[in-house]
């Protein structure tokens, strides 16, 4: 069975650019979550879809968006990124929302 | 005050020890929680979800106390596979299951 994937694993990319970040959940799973994690922190949550709509957003500026696809497969996106973006991005896959969150390996992305 | 807080340790115990983590939460309409584990530049792999009634899976047992706002992971018979970062995770106060973590414990079994 497959678990939780996210794309790409490493990232670099320079200040001011662009940043597309995929997921696909677990077969069976409609909700995703996003959350940043910096080193030494625990993870902290950007966004959750349910059914292809946002359900929860967290603390995060209006640079970050994401969406989810028919397919439950979810992106984050992030413009004109800044050094302090630099984090471990993981996505979390649940039956539903409110249910066990099972994450990706993480997207370790480094802007520099 | 943080809405989730743990001791960031590190707590370094031999093998066989038994070792226990803390973690408070602040939000007293909370129902859910778990107790998530991530080895270095891994992914967090969930460990066990914490009920009221308390969760025991092998050697690992966690305690929920809504009194005192906290939730507890007790290790027992520690192995040097089990040295990692324990995140707990508070999943209330939302509709749709925001997870709001600790900062981590880091624990180090040694020989």
């Known amino acids: 069975d497959a678990g939780v994937t996210q794309s790409p694993t490493h990232l670099i990319k320079t200040r001011g650019q662009h940043v597309t970040l995929r997921c696909s959940p677990i077969?069976?799973?409609?909700?995703v979550s996003w959350y940043q994690q910096v080193l030494g922190q625990g993870p902290q949550f950007i966004f959750q879809?349910?059914?292809?709509?946002?359900?929860g957003r967290g603390n995060f500026p209006d640079r970050f968006s994401a969406r989810q696809f028919p397919n439950y497969s979810s992106e984050l996106n992030v413009n004109a990124l800044l050094l302090g973006d630099s984090a471990l991005y993981l996505c979390?896959?649940?039956?539903?929302?409110?249910?066990?969150?099972?994450f990706g390996q993480g997207t370790r992305l480094t802007v520099v | 005050r943080k809405e989730v807080e743990q001791d960031p340790g590190p707590f370094n115990v031999p093998e066989g020890a038994t070792v226990a983590f803390n973690c408070t939460y602040s939000?007293?309409?909370?129902?859910?929680f778990f107790w998530y584990r991530q080895d270095c530049r891994k992914e967090p792999k969930l460990l066990m979800s914490?009920?009221?009634s308390g969760n025991e899976d092998g050697r690992f047992t966690a305690q929920l106390n809504r009194a005192s706002q906290y939730i507890s992971l007790l290790i027992r018979d520690s192995k040097l596979s089990d040295s990692a970062t324990y995140l707990c995770?508070?999943?209330?106060?939302?509709?749709?299951?925001?997870?709001?973590f600790g900062q981590g414990t880091i624990l180090t079994v040694h020989p």
């Open positions: 979390a896959s649940s039956l539903r929302p409110n249910t066990e969150a099972f």
């Open positions: 077969s069976g799973h409609k909700s």
């Open positions: 879809y349910y059914e292809k709509e946002e359900r």
């Open positions: 939000n007293s309409a909370s129902q859910s």
């Open positions: 914490v009920y009221s």
């Open positions: 995770a508070d999943a209330g106060g939302t509709s749709y299951g925001k997870l709001t």
